[in-house]
């Protein structure tokens, strides 16, 4: 078994939080010499220990950093197998759901626990050709943003158009319903 020395997270999709804010644990065994280690931004704190090297670079909202253990609390109180099961869960149940509104058969592309890529019916009226390009995604998306005010990224694979579409705890079904309804509206348009 390898020795554990340090991990990182970025703490925006992992927590649900707004960026800004990243862990990095280093344990007492590990080889890097602390000192070593440098903040890309120079802090005000520079020179005094890590934490203050790290903490407070001076040109953010502290905000997302400040609120790190009250996140952490929330997590640990809904269970984090218990919010993963429901997020994996979810995400099975949209992509079936985007896939029989849209008559799609053919299998999403591959996909994270918590995001997948959905094709999208090959005909959007509304755009110009019947071989799709990232031209199309990005009038789509702005479709969906701006009309429906859905922020989801359209991206255009292989000349077919996907949505990718993410699930976590805030999210319920009727989200993507009203997604399929959006999509179904952009093409009867």
């Known amino acids: 078994m390898t020795d ?84 994996r869960d979810l995400l099975q ?27 999208l019916p090959a005909t959007i009226s509304k755009l110009d050709s019947t071989m799709q390009t990232s031209d199309d995604a990005a009038r789509l998306q702005n479709i969906l943003h701006f009309e429906h005010r859905i922020e989801v990224p359209v991206k255009c694979i292989d000349g077919q158009l996907y949505v990718r579409i993410s699930a976590q705890i805030y999210n319920c079904l009727d989200d993507y319903r009203n997604l399929a309804d959006a999509v179904c509206s952009a093409i009867a348009d």
């Open 4 to 87: 554990f020395y340090f991990s990182f997270s970025q703490c925006t999709i992992e927590y649900v939080r707004k960026k800004g804010v990243a862990v990095l644990w280093v344990t007492d065994s590990s080889p890097i010499n602390m000192r070593d280690l440098r903040s890309c931004v120079v802090s005000h704190g520079h020179g005094h220990g890590m934490a203050s090297a790290f903490s407070w670079d001076g040109c953010r909202d502290y905000s997302a950093l400040l609120s790190t253990s009250t996140v952490l609390q929330f997590w640990e109180s809904i269970g984090e197998q218990r919010a993963v099961k429901y997020c």
């Open 93 to 119: 149940e949209a992509v079936n759901l985007l896939n029989e509104r849209w008559n799609i058969h053919h299998p999403s592309l591959p996909r994270s626990s918590h995001m997948s890529l959905v094709r």
